[in-house]
Structure formats: C-alpha cells, structure tokens
C-alpha cells in the first residue's frame, strides 16, 4: 500500500540549464547564450523579491538545446525558452509570485526545433516518439 507524498519542501524549484559544450558542437549549449548570467540574476531576483520557498537551481543539459537557454519549473513541469533579464523578471512576477504563466516563453512538450536544419538530425522528443 502506498501512501501520500509529503509535502513540498519547496513551493516551486527551477532549474536552469547551464550547460557547456565545445564551441562546434551541433547542438549548442545554454552557457554560450547566457545562461549562467540569466540563471544568476534570476536567483538574485528571487532572493530581493523575498522567494525563500523557491529554489533556483543550476543544472546540466536539460536535452532541449536548441531552444535554449531553457529552464523547468516544478512541481508544474512548466518549461521556459529564456532570452533576456527581461525575460527573467518577468518569470518571477508572473509565474513565481502571481501563479500565472508568460506563455510567449513557454515551450510546449510537442515543440519542433526552432531551425531543424541547426538540430543536426536530432528530433525533439515528441518527434520521436510519434516515428516509433
Ligand atoms: S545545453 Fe541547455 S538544454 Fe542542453
């Protein structure tokens, strides 16, 4: 018998890809776009706007490079393509503080590649799984 998961230690806990490869590796990599920069602003964000239930983590490949810099929020597996500080902010207004989600930024499981000719053959997941 199974019983209930306990509850959240964090309300939320994101993690941001900061992932390096060599510069000529097909797929990229979130840090040659900023990500450290964007991971490290958003957890100085988190902390001014008083988030202490929210974890900014640093993570490795998340296996969405070409969209990236990516990150993940959970418990709601809520998927971000990040450009901008702006972006970041507006992140944390919206998702973290209020609950709600900045949809221009959201990534979608079923999202093609933004240039499949720069996803050096690689399909994204949902491409996969519906070819099996
Ligand atoms: S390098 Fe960031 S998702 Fe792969």
Redesign the pocket.
């Known amino acids: 018998m199974s019983r209930a998961d306990p509850p959240l230690y964090y309300r939320r806990h994101v993690f941001c ?1 900061v ?1 390096t ?1 060599a510069p000529d590796h097909p ?4 840090s040659a776009k900023d ?1 450290v920069k964007l991971r490290a602003h958003m957890k100085a964000r988190a902390k001014q706007r008083g988030l202490s239930d929210v974890r900014i983590n640093a993570s490795q ?5 070409e969209f ?3 990150m993940v929020i959970y418990p709601e597996g809520v998927w971000y393509a990040v450009k901008t500080v702006a972006d970041v902010d507006e992140i944390i207004e919206t998702h973290l503080v209020q609950g709600g989600r900045v949809e221009r930024l959201m990534l979608m499981p079923d999202q093609p590649f933004p240039n499949e000719a720069d996803s050096a053959g690689v399909p994204s997941r949902a491409a996969a799984s519906a070819a099996s």
Do not use: A, E
Not at 27 to 30: I, L, P, S, Y
């Open positions: 890809c992932n490869r797929r990229g990599c979130c990500s490949c998340l296996d969405r490079c990236g810099p990516t």
